[in-house]
Nanobody, 120 residues
Framework: QVQLVESGGDSVPAGHSLRLSCVVSGDTYSHDCMVWARQAPGQSRERVASIDPDGSKFYAANAKARFFISKDKAKKTLYLQMNSLQPDDTAMYYC??????????????WGQGTQVTVSS
């Protein structure tokens, strides 16, 4: 069974950076794609960035050039480097593992989330 634990969320002023981590345990053979998503109060969950087993990456329009997704296979850890944070980035951030080619939101195994709060 796949389990994910996020960390790294914090309260920071606008313009600062944070790096989120997601430690993965268990057999990820069938859940080989990874995603970072976020959910602000009253909003639906949105994909921020994702990465395929071959390293191909996707970024949401509002994350391009500011956020960077990466993974360390040896440490079984997924990262999200977030630069130039803005108040609109305030949300609970989640990582998930999901079978490539499927709908990440429905078929993903999710962590508990880590809170990011950006003040103006």
């Amino acid at each position: 069974q796949v389990q994910l634990v996020e960390s790294g969320g914090d309260s920071v002023p606008a313009g600062h950076s944070l790096r989120l981590s997601c430690v993965v345990s268990g057999d990820t053979y069938s859940h080989d794609c990874m995603v970072w998503a976020r959910q602000a109060p009253g909003q639906s969950r949105e994909r921020v960035a994702s990465i395929d087993p071959d390293g191909s990456k996707f970024y949401a329009a509002n994350a391009k050039a500011r956020f960077f997704i990466s993974k360390d296979k040896a440490k079984k850890t997924l990262y999200l480097q977030m630069n130039s944070l803005q108040p609109d980035d305030t949300a609970m951030y989640y990582c998930a593992a999901y079978p490539c080619g499927t709908w990440w939101e429905r078929f993903g195994v999710w962590g508990q989330g880590t809170q990011v709060t950006v003040s103006s």
